[in-house]
């Protein structure tokens, strides 16, 4: 089992940048594919992006890819995901996940075992 806590968000200005950080407890982080879904106000959760175990794969939705860089330290039990050029349209609540199955996570909220509680990420226009 993993517990998953999301740090990092904040309010930023349309075109700024934000650093998310998920660190993971347990000696097993290496063993999960992770990725980050957002969910704005009245929406359901969406994918964002997606990292391998190894963290050699990436894998990103279009809305955010050539923005958004997701990445890991297997060795700080850490993911983070760096949000350049940020848009009002990016304003949500973020999450990590975590996978067991999967060397490199889908796009499909189902298919992810643990989740973070959530950080809020406002752009202002």
């Known amino acids: 089992q993993v517990q998953l806590v999301e740090s990092g968000g904040g309010l930023v200005q349309a075109g700024g940048s934000l650093r998310l950080s998920c660190a993971a407890s347990?000696?097993?982080?290496?063993?999960?594919?992770m990725a980050w879904f957002r969910q704005a106000p009245g929406k359901g959760r969406h994918f964002v992006a997606a990292?391998?175990?190894?963290?050699?794969?990436?894998s990103y939705s279009d809305s955010v890819k050539g923005r958004f860089t997701i990445s890991r330290d297997n060795a700080q039990n850490t993911m983070y995901l760096q949000m350049n050029s940020l848009k009002p349209e990016d304003a949500a609540v973020y999450f990590c996940?975590?996978?067991?199955?999967?060397?490199?996570?889908?796009?499909?909220?189902?298919?992810?075992?643990?989740w973070g509680q959530g950080t809020q990420v406002t752009v202002s226009s």
């Open positions: 996940a975590a996978d067991r199955r999967f060397y490199l996570g889908t796009q499909d909220k189902d298919d992810y075992d643990y």
């Open positions: 347990g000696r097993t982080f290496s063993s999960y594919a």
């Open positions: 990292v391998s175990r190894s963290g050699l794969s990436t």
